[in-house]
């Protein structure tokens, strides 16, 4: 283990008890911080009465299932827009506006539209996440070397057999930074609009906890679902590192 | 010359069929959502008409009351906007200049920027209230960890040659900052102060849209409760011109600056 993780860790460890003696000795009020104590107790309890493990199943599901949908529909999408340059020339701008345009403000519309269920997550979820996977594979097949591409030609290489032997090698690794992209955006999504709206998963296990004022319990559930994070971000980097040849 | 002439020919061609493809776009998509808000295939109401939404907006244009709900929001906006980003960017130009306490913390920033900001509202609304209080702190919590991260790699770029020199002339540690890592840090940090103003825009709606008494979120969810969804329709296309406009100012003003340096 490297010295920095050893004293990060160790620093989140003091943070703790730090905690733990300022809100015992009354310095800070439990109302306003919960101790990391009954935190800890609450995340066990919410565990055993199977709310959690709920939670976390359908926030999973629903992330895991947005980020499907945006790989199978942004790959052919990027990969036809960098086939057919007029559209490409039409849309890419376009494209890039909605990546920075706050779509997850329309989610009422989208309420509207597909009811209040978890169709509609992941409907509103699947469209954020397709935007970086549309915009990356355009870049990644643009990106595909000539010098690659006349090899083929030489070796006298099938449209299709080029595809599959050059182009799509060559253009996976930048795929996956949109992947990544799409994995984190789609679960932000999912657990934001599952805050909002409180129709079950992590999200909505916060939501819940604050609406009883059971301030340990909601620590717990946040504590939850920046654990969830790390897991997303973890699998990202790994997939992403093994992908990438260099 | 008459090459040139015929390739500026063409290009000018080629600019008219990409404009051709984008207004053939744009009126397919408009007359799609026409059509379906007469199809009958959805309930009534579901999907106003274009004609219902345009006068909507202009209504909510020359309504003060909707004006007020704004201003709350751009104070939102503002304050927890400057709160975040100046804290933000401290943090950062600190890691950049401090190497192991950036190795220490890096992992835990990522982490937290990467958390969807909202489930920390709960938080704030116990410590802030469920005023303007909880939505300013959202504004600035959001708007922190793309400064942070921006300045933070925009310090990694700097030649640590220029630092070394500094330091050998005695240089203060503000006359370090100023001199060396200020000039080199501008383009990261307008491009984090963008990222970070449109992520701070988000947070306050999404933090008004769940609780609140005022603001555009407040607007938003008020109509939605209500089934208004042609007034529901308006505010938001409203709230994302402007959100939009917001951020290709700061592009622009991003741009400008990173070819000056």
Redesign the interface.
Known sequence: M?L??I??LA??AALVVLLEILIGRGYISP??IAPPSEVGVELVSLWKEERLVEALFLTFGSTLASTCIAISVGVPVGFLLNRVR??A???EG?IA?LF???L???Y??F???FGRGVMTIIVISSILATIPIILNTMQAFAQVRRVHLNVARAFKLTAWQTFWKVQLPAALPTIFTGIRLAL?YS???V??IE??VVLGGL?SL??DL?DRYN?PG??AA?VA??GV??V??KLATEVEKWLRPV | MASSGVKVGKGLGRKVQVLGVQVVTFLAVWAGWEALSRSGLLYEGVVPSSLAVFPAILEHLVDPVFWDHMGRTAYEVVVGFALGASVGASMGLLLGMRRFLAAVLEPYINYLAATPKIIFLPIMMVMFGVGAGSKVAMAAISAFFPVAVSVYRGTLLVNPVLVRVARSFKASQWTIVKSVYLPSIVPPLLTGLRLGLGVAIVGTLLAEIKLSNKGLGYVVIQHYNFFRTADMYAVLIIIFVIAVGINTLMDRLANRFSHKV
């Open positions: 490297k920095s993780t004293v990060g620093g989140v109302f306003l007029i559209l020339e039409a849309y376009w506006g920075s345009a706050p997850i403000l329309l009422p519309l309420l509207v539209l984190i679960m932000i999504s657990v934001a805050y909002l999200g916060v939501s604050y301030i909601m620590y946040i679902v920046i994070t790390v997303f971000f």
